[in-house]
């Protein structure tokens, strides 16, 4: 049975602000805001916070947040390509129809977490947690999942070719709603995994197997 994943708990009546007013490197809190129609630049800030926030039609020219957190925040049609974020953690966060190729969530935990109808090819996951995560309707071709550890996550209409999934147990993870081709993983982590018959011969041949008709 599918775990919920909770959603943002963000305020109704939120303002919209300046990014640059709230901004302030030495003490980098960022809460109870709407930021929209705007170009961000966030270049290498540790330990920035985002809370209550909505950004919503943004472009991060460069968005490099080592070591931050965010709660309750949602990125709605933003452009977060390369983002850096590493060794973060993300508590109720929405990305929906973001462009976010390239983007790296190394080291981080991820709870409560959805991607909806995202380009993300090239993201990078390595050494990830993630426990409540959704991947609903978005394209992660070439991505890599190294080393990680999952506890309900899903994808869900995906397109995963090229996919890395490395060190990383696949046991209990469906995708049979998702399309792929050339997947890679550990023949020691396919065990459980959820596939559709066409799908498993493609799992048949990483096992070494020729199959013929």
Known sequence: MKKKVIEP???SDLLEQDFVSLMDEEDPIIENALIKDCTITIDSIKNIEFKNVIFENVIFDYFSVPNAYFRDVKFDHCQCINAEIHESGLKRVEFLQCR??????GDSFLED????SCMMDLANFAYSKHKNVVFNASQLKESD????TFQHIYFEQCELSGIRFLNTSLKGID???STFDGITVDTENIKGVIVTNEQALGFLQ???LVIKD
């Not at 976010?100 to 969530?105: D, Q, R, T, V």
């Not at 977490?113 to 909806?116: G, I, L, R, S, T």
């Open 206 to 208: 990483l096992l070494g």
């Open 100 to 105: 976010m190729n390239g983007a790296s969530f």
């Open 9 to 11: 708990a963000i305020s």
């Open 113 to 116: 977490v959805q991607f909806k």
């Open 175 to 177: 995708l049979r709603t």
């Open 145 to 148: 999942f190294y080393e990680n």
